[in-house]
């Protein structure tokens, strides 16, 4: 089977090409936790499938490296944007992508047929604690304290496509986010587990943002977090509207304007054929 294997800010993801393998988008879970084993496979923090769509141009359907689907994800699908334009799956600058979340408006820019960057139109995400989902009385899960192993945080919480919770930190610690990153992630408060960003404001216009992915633990970028953690600091009044969200694999820019929007790079590594 033919693959790509493409990186946006060092989280690194295979897309293939689904649309005539007679795959149903809910069955890729053991050959998603398969292809992504670092050791044994290719190795990736996840997996993209192309698919039709009636609803868009194309679907995408995206695998977590523990074989667990998500609903969206903001590097990959700029992984995926690049893949379906660079093989000719789609030939337009500007079009579409269904996946769990809705429908994502996506502009390429390029250059002589290159893509420099990606912008996605992220939608608006929602900060009622239903739709996150967190289990609480409040209406919304903001600067709320929560005893996690061994001392409190103020943890706050949004949907940005997938459940995001942002906590505030001075500096990068990666003992410490191995340390809570996983145990935010299972607390039973959140009962479909929850995404984790350490979040360092560094002025108005920078933040710093570490994730702990929910299936797939530290990774060197999150997309969807970056985002979130963006809306929260600007909800908060620590940040203005347009921000440079940087992880330790790179920069990505987030507008929230009509629509919340993510700019950044996909960047091809390589392709080959799996033995599967
Ligand atoms: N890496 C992603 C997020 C992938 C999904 C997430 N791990 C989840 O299960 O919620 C991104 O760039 O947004």
């Not at 609903?71 to 079009?95: L, P, S, W």
């Not at 994502?104 to 420099?116: A, E, P, Q, Y």
């Not at 340390?179 to 360092?200: D, L, Q, S, W």
Request: hydrophobic fraction near 35%; proline fraction near 2%.
């Amino acid at each position: 089977m033919k693959f790509w294997k493409l990186h946006g800010i060092g989280n690194d993801f295979i897309a293939i090409d689904g649309r005539f393998d007679g795959i149903e988008p809910e069955n890729y879970s053991s050959f998603a936790a398969k292809v992504c084993n670092r050791r044994m496979s290719v190795g990736a923090d996840g997996l993209l499938v192309v698919k039709n769509s009636d609803k868009a141009d194309v679907e995408m359907v995206y695998y977590n490296s523990d074989g667990s689907r998500a609903a969206m994800c903001g590097n990959g699908i700029r992984c995926f944007c690049r893949f379906v334009y660079d093989t000719h799956i789609v030939k337009k600058e500007e079009f579409t992508v269904d996946t769990l979340d809705g429908v994502k408006h996506i502009t390429l820019k390029t250059s002589d047929g290159r893509v420099n960057s990606i912008k996605v139109d992220m939608g608006h995400g929602s900060f009622l604690a239903k739709d996150v989902p967190v289990n609480t009385d409040e209406e919304m899960f903001i600067n709320q304290k929560v005893k996690i192993l061994d001392r409190e945080f103020e943890l706050s919480s949004m949907l940005m496509g997938v459940p995001h919770t942002i906590v505030f930190i001075d500096e990068f610690d990666i003992d410490f986010i191995e340390k809570y990153g996983p145990a935010i992630e299972h607390c039973e408060i959140f009962p479909e587990k929850t995404n984790v960003n350490f979040v360092k404001v560094r002025d108005q216009y920078n933040i710093n943002v570490y994730t702990w992915e929910r299936g797939c633990g530290y990774t060197l970028g999150c997309g969807t977090g970056m985002t979130a953690s963006a809306v929260i600091c600007n909800y908060l009044e620590k940040t203005e509207k347009s921000v440079n969200v940087t992880s330790k694999g790179g920069t990505v820019k987030i507008d929230i304007d009509d629509c919340i929007y993510m700019t950044g790079p996909a960047v091809k590594i390589c392709e080959g054929y799996l033995e599967v």
